[in-house]
T-cell receptor, first 111, second 117 residues
Framework: DAKTTQPPSMDCAEGRAANLLCNHSTISGNEYVYWYRQIHSQGPQYIIHGLKNNETNEMASLIITEDRKSSTLILPHATLRDTAVYYCIVRVGNAGNMLTFGGGTRLMVKP | GAVVSQHPSRVICKSGTSVKIECRSLDFQATTMFWYRQFPKQSLMLMATSNEGSKATYEQGVEKDKFLINHASLTLSTLTVTSAHPEDSSFYIC?????????????FGPGTRLLVL
């Protein structure tokens, strides 16, 4: 699976959009971009994933650049409960294998 | 999304004893489950892949005789930490893939915090 690079931490004001960046310059054509988050002392939670097109669900939006070398997870209106470590993972879809977690970005939402 | 549970949520044991952690997929059948370990302020590290009806596949550096994995049914995998020592104290998390979903989404359990005294 391709390697990802994320900023170690970022702050966001409550109610504002949180934009979390992930670089994956070595991504290959059949690899998807997945985002998970882990709230303190809990298991990771799936957020969203995509291949080429931008994706949106009830939790977030995923913007993937045209060259697919980077992506941005957008939490449109961050709340205090969104404080967590956000992991960007690149992997082949339907491969049936494990997820490889990097360091992630620690998002702190402040009042 | 699918739900994965773990039991117990936290356990304290004496050094030298064995501890069993259960991972269940509540509303789907999982032929494959994964066990991760997470030390404080670190990321999740894969320990092993649990396959229903066959032996688990362990990552390099993980002792298979110390971390016994049994995937006896399509909804249950167990991890037994044998002869636990204080350095085994960690946050253990399992995940499972719902094969009925079109894409490769894994669902994680809430984790089990193990403290070995």
């Amino acid at each position: 699976d391709a390697k990802t690079t994320q900023p170690p931490s970022m702050d966001c004001a409550e109610g504002r959009a949180a934009n979390l960046l992930c670089n994956h310059s070595t991504i290959s054509g059949n690899e998807y971009v997945y985002w998970y988050r882990q709230i303190h002392s809990q298991g990771p939670q799936y957020i969203i994933h995509g291949l080429k097109n931008n994706e949106t669900n009830e939790m977030a939006s995923l913007i993937i650049t045209e060259d697919r070398k980077s992506s941005t997870l957008i939490l449109p209106h961050a709340t205090l409960r969104d404080t967590a470590v956000y992991y960007c993972i690149v992997r082949v879809g339907n491969a049936g294998n494990m997820l490889t977690f990097g360091g992630g970005t620690r998002l702190m939402v402040k009042p | 999304g699918a739900v994965v549970s773990q039991h117990p949520s936290r356990v304290i044991c004496k050094s030298g004893t064995s501890v069993k952690i259960e991972c269940r997929s509540l509303d789907f059948q999982a032929t494959t489950m994964f066990w991760y370990r997470q030390f404080p302020k670190q990321s999740l590290m894969l320990m092993a892949t649990s396959n229903e009806g066959s032996k688990a596949t362990y990552e390099q550096g993980v002792e298979k005789d110390k971390f016994l994995i049994n995937h006896a049914s399509l909804t249950l995998s167990t991890l037994t930490v044998t002869s636990a020592h204080p350095e085994d104290s960690s946050f253990y998390i399992c995940s499972a893939r719902d094969p009925s979903e079109g894409q490769e989404t894994q669902y994680f359990g809430p984790g089990t915090r193990l403290l070995v005294l």
